[in-house]
């Protein structure tokens, strides 16, 4: 069993920057594969990044402005994001599926738990 909690959403203008974070309780941290996942209102969950033991693997709509990283000594993901847009406002949820592999799971069913969210607001 694993507890998610998500923080450090928060309001920026454009082309700023903010780092959300993703507190994992429970054991074995290193033993999960994390995402992060948005939904802006009225929209479908979709994928924004993923990790597994160290490198991330992103959507196109962030590759080169954010980056995933996860600290397994804090049981801590965290998602820096520069560059800020106004179409990357939404709630972020942090993801962890139990896998030791090398895949990078996009899919949102794929995940067995979620953290509560964090909303980003960027405005123009």
């Known amino acids: 069993q694993v507890q998610l909690v998500e923080s450090g959403g928060g309001l920026v203008q454009a082309g700023g920057s903010l780092r959300l974070s993703c507190a994992a309780s429970?054991?074995?941290?290193?033993?999960?594969?994390m995402g992060w996942f948005r939904q802006a209102p009225g929209k479908e969950r979709e994928f924004v990044a993923a990790?597994?033991?160290?490198?991330?693997y992103y959507a196109d709509s962030v590759k080169g402005r954010f980056t995933i990283s996860r600290d397994n000594a804090k049981s801590t993901v965290y998602l820096q994001m520069n560059s800020l847009k106004p179409e990357d406002t939404a709630v972020y949820y942090c993801?962890?599926?139990?896998?030791?592999?090398?895949?990078?799971?996009?899919?949102?069913?794929?995940?067995?738990?979620w953290g509560q969210g964090t909303q980003v607001t960027v405005s123009s």
């Open positions: 429970g054991r074995a941290f290193s033993s999960y594969a």
């Open positions: 990790i597994t033991w160290s490198s991330g």
């Open positions: 993801a962890a599926k139990y896998y030791r592999g090398s895949v990078y799971y996009t899919n949102p069913n794929a995940y067995d738990y």
